[in-house]
């Protein structure tokens, strides 16, 4: 089973500010990464998916990077309603499991 | 829009049954997998597995194998989720999920079932 990391567990950012965020796999899983924004309350809304392709309804200062085991979310001016946690998803082996990440809260500053 | 709508909160006691539901609609069943995934209060999200409406072929995550059932009924676009002996461990916020034809990844989620497992 493939292990997800993430760094920072919380990032602490102002509003208008940039953010980066970090999701490690402990060994390849080529461009098949999705991340994922959730609200208290609220299901998991996907951002981005095969690395770095935003979902439909999703703002363009979300952006995706990276491939096979370090992948980067950034976030390029926060607004108030990006603070949240945010998850990384590995989904590169057809037979799962798919590992989801530990998460990085995003608070206020 | 698609929509996966889920069954409302339960409350149980240890060694109950329980079984889960989400209805889909506005897109068609039998197309997509559904996937089922716990969240423990406080954690991240946990895929347990996927189910394959047309033919009930269904992949569990050896975490949850032998843990929990997933089926489903096509005639009414309905994936369920059960349990036959429920843990206070089970305690969790449990969603159904989409997987799109372009990937395994996840693109649209129910509004999530609330379990409570409790003496």
């Known amino acids: 089973e493939i292990v997800m990391t993430q760094s920072p567990a919380t990032l602490s950012v102002s509003p208008g500010e940039r953010a980066t965020l970090s999701c490690w796999a402990s060994q390849s899983v080529t461009n098949d990464l999705a991340w994922y924004q959730q609200k208290p309350g609220q299901p998991p809304r996907l951002l981005i998916s095969g690395a770095s392709t935003r979902a439909a309804g999703v703002p363009a200062r979300f952006s995706g990077s990276g491939s096979g085991t370090e992948f980067t979310l950034t976030i390029s001016s926060l607004q108030s309603e990006d603070f949240a946690i945010y998850y990384c998803q590995e989904y590169s082996n057809w037979r799962g499991p798919f590992t989801f990440g530990p998460g990085t809260k995003v608070d206020i500053k | 829009e698609v929509q996966l709508v889920q069954s409302g909160t339960a409350v149980k006691k240890p060694g109950e049954s329980l079984k889960i539901s989400c209805e889909v609609s506005r897109y068609d069943f039998a197309t997509y997998w559904i996937a089922w995934v716990r969240q423990m209060p406080g954690k991240g999200p946990e895929w347990m597995g996927t189910i394959y409406p047309p033919d009930s072929d269904t992949r569990y995550s050896p975490s949850f194998q032998g843990q929990v059932t997933m089926s489903v009924d096509k005639t009414i676009s309905t994936a369920y989720l059960q349990w036959t002996s429920l843990r206070a461990s089970d305690t969790a916020t449990y969603y159904c999920?989409?997987?799109?034809?372009?990937?395994?990844?996840?693109?649209?989620w129910g509004q999530g079932t609330r379990v409570i497992v409790s003496s």
């Open positions: 999920a989409r997987h799109p034809s372009s990937g395994w990844h996840i693109d649209y």
